[in-house]
Nanobody, 121 residues
Framework: QVQLEESGGGLVQAGGSLRLSCAAS????????MGWYRQAPGKERELVAR???????IYADSVKGRFTISRNNNKNTVALQMSMLKPEDTAVYYC???????????????WGQGTLVTVSS
């Protein structure tokens, strides 16, 4: 069974940086788009950044110029480099993978368990 595991969350002061990583484990043949979403307290989950298999990236307007998404297709990993963090970036960040093909199974969408990012003012 394919699983996504995030790491790298934590507490940081405003203006600081953090790097989130996500690794997909399992007998994976291919993964489509990979990305990051976040959910702040009392708010709906929202897209932060997403990277297609062909390396086409999309970002939420609120993070453009501050966050950078990258992926390693050979290692089935995706990372989110976050800079110039703001208190409003505080949220649980979730890794997402779409169209995951395992040796004997396909998954339309998978989610990690989430990692908490807290930005203090």
């Amino acid at each position: 069974q394919v699983q996504l595991e995030e790491s790298g969350g934590g507490l940081v002061q405003a203006g600081g940086s953090l790097r989130l990583s996500c690794a997909a484990s399992g007998n994976i043949f291919s993964i489509g788009a990979m990305g990051w979403y976040r959910q702040a307290p009392g708010k709906e989950r929202e897209l932060v950044a997403r990277l297609s298999l062909g390396s086409e990236a999309i970002y939420a307007d609120s993070v453009k110029g501050r966050f950078t998404i990258s992926r390693n297709n050979n290692k089935n990993t995706v990372a989110l480099q976050m800079s110039m963090l703001k208190p409003e970036d505080t949220a649980v960040y979730y890794c997402n993978a779409g169209d995951v093909v395992e040796v004997l199974r396909k998954y339309s969408e998978l989610w990690g368990q989430g990692t908490l990012v807290t930005v203090s003012s």
